[in-house]
């Protein structure tokens, strides 16, 4: 099953308990990272650059349903208000 992806309008909601916030996710990336040493060889990443992400499985820590997530608008995000009222017109 394919994993949606994340934007800045949405975010994950598993569709059997409801769950808006716990989940966990494995993923594969590919990136590239700015190590800074210091002077005793103890290294700090100071920058990560994206550059493949796979998300491969979402499990929601609430009822341990896996891959059962779904996109829905986040608060107060662009157009999530045009949703409602839609929503609010088919119903009235």
Same mark, same amino acid.
């Given at each position: 099953?394919?994993? $949606?992806?994340?934007?800045? #309008?949405? &975010?994950? &909601?598993?569709?059997?308990?409801? =769950?808006?916030?716990?989940?966990?996710?494995?993923?594969?990336?590919?990136?590239? #990272?700015?190590?800074?040493?210091?002077?005793?060889?103890? @290294?700090? *990443?100071? #920058?990560? #650059?994206?550059? =493949?992400?796979?998300?491969? @499985?979402? &499990?929601?820590?609430?009822? =341990? /349903?896996?891959?059962?997530?779904?996109? *829905?608008? &986040? $608060?107060? /995000?662009?157009?999530? %208000?045009?949703?409602?009222? %839609?929503?609010?017109?088919?119903?009235?």
């Amino acid at each position: 099953m394919t994993v $949606p992806a994340l934007t800045a #309008e949405t &975010r994950w &909601r598993c569709t059997l308990c409801g =769950n808006l916030t716990r989940f966990d996710v494995t993923r594969t990336a590919r990136v590239t #990272e700015f190590l800074h040493f210091d002077l005793a060889g103890e @290294s700090k *990443v100071e #920058e990560t #650059e994206v550059l =493949n992400e796979t998300i491969e @499985s979402v &499990r929601c820590r609430w009822c =341990n /349903a896996v891959d059962q997530v779904e996109l *829905v608008a &986040r $608060p107060g /995000a662009e157009g999530a %208000e045009a949703e409602g009222a %839609e929503a609010a017109a088919e119903q009235g």
